[in-house]
């Protein structure tokens, strides 16, 4: 089974869903943010997100909803000192 790929960024991207890992207690938890647009203008009108899962669950839900979106890219923001779990995925480090 092919592992899922994603790309490290420190900011929140308008032009991919991203998800943001961050610490709550002892666990990890995953935010999905996505930028909504209005149609006619192509404007950015809202920022939209799912509520917290573990941090499996949200990037699982992430590959599930990309297919539904205008994106073609998930990128992670990794917070409060998150480190990446290989057994998420591949993560591309474009930031170094």
Do not use: H
Request: glycine share 6%; proline share 7%; charged share 25%.
């Amino acid at each position: 089974m092919e592992k899922n790929r994603f790309r490290l960024v420190n900011c929140m991207a308008d032009d991919a869903i991203t998800v943001r890992l961050r610490r709550d207690g002892k666990r990890c938890i995953g935010i999905l943010d996505f930028p909504t647009f209005q149609a006619s203008t192509g404007r950015i009108i809202r920022s939209d997100f799912l509520p917290p899962f573990p941090a499996a669950v949200a990037l699982l839900k992430a590959t599930q909803i990309q297919p539904l979106t205008p994106y073609r890219e998930i990128v992670v923001r990794l917070e409060d000192g998150v480190e990446w779990m290989p057994f998420w995925g591949d993560l591309v480090n474009e930031l170094k």
